[in-house]
Antibody, heavy 118, light 109 residues
């Protein structure tokens, strides 16, 4: 069955960058867009952007346009999110999700905890 | 636009609860509304897509609807179970952008 498996927890200092991976299996990777959503501790869901794995086309939320890069490796069916210039406010669980049937996030990865600390 | 949800709702087991999601501007029907459930410590899961469609495996106790006149979408949960205690999020689209509601914490007591 379709599944998204994300990379493990990361800890970075302020000003650093982090790259989170999301490996897709059980479906044709290039057919469905991948969205990235984060959740700060005790907070709600915040959308970062989406990527078309077939073309590599991306749309990024305005808040993150200068700090987020999304890309993919088709042979390994893996999507990536890179976030630069980290601040303490970027501490959150980062989720990838597969868009399907009008839902931006029909299937979710398990999440990757990113901690920004000095 | 923004999607506004009540911060929290509570109801007794066996009862019915309705969670609203109000669009700040524009027609609620102009883009589909989805609902997600997030239990503590877990990733969210899809409950309702395209306003009122249930994925396979989601009990029919969960239903979704939209109301153009009030610019709102609603998630109705009937026959409440203690296991329904969770956070619930609505989601829609603003063109190519995704909008989430702030989430509603459901307590079943």
């Amino acid at each position: 069955q379709p599944q998204l498996v994300q990379s493990g927890a990361e800890e970075r200092g302020p000003g650093a960058s982090v790259r989170v991976s999301c490996k897709a299996s059980g479906y044709t990777f290039t057919t469905y867009d991948i969205h990235w959503v984060r959740q700060a501790p005790g907070q709600g869901l915040e959308w970062l952007g989406w990527m078309n794995p077939n073309s590599g086309y991306t749309v990024t939320a305005q808040k993150f346009q200068d700090r987020v890069t999304m890309d993919r490796d088709i042979p390994t069916t893996t999507a990536y999110l890179e976030l630069t210039s980290l601040t303490y406010e970027d501490t959150a669980i980062y989720y990838c999700a597969k868009e399907e049937r009008t839902a931006a996030a029909y299937l979710w990865g398990q999440g990757t905890l990113v901690i920004v600390s000095s | 636009f923004m999607l506004t949800q009540p911060h929290s709702v509570s109801e007794s087991p066996g009862k019915t609860v309705i969670i609203s999601c109000t669009r700040s501007s524009g027609n609620i029907a102009s883009s589909s509304v989805q609902w997600y459930q997030q239990r503590p410590g877990s990733a969210p899961t899809i409950l309702i897509y395209n306003n009122d469609k249930r994925p396979s495996g989601v009990p029919d106790r969960f239903s979704g609807s939209i109301d153009d006149s009030s610019r709102s979408a609603s998630l109705t949960i009937s026959g409440l179970l203690t296991g329904d205690e969770a956070d619930y999020y609505c989601q829609s689209f603003d063109g190519s952008y995704v909008v989430f509601g702030g989430g509603t914490k459901l307590t079943v007591l």
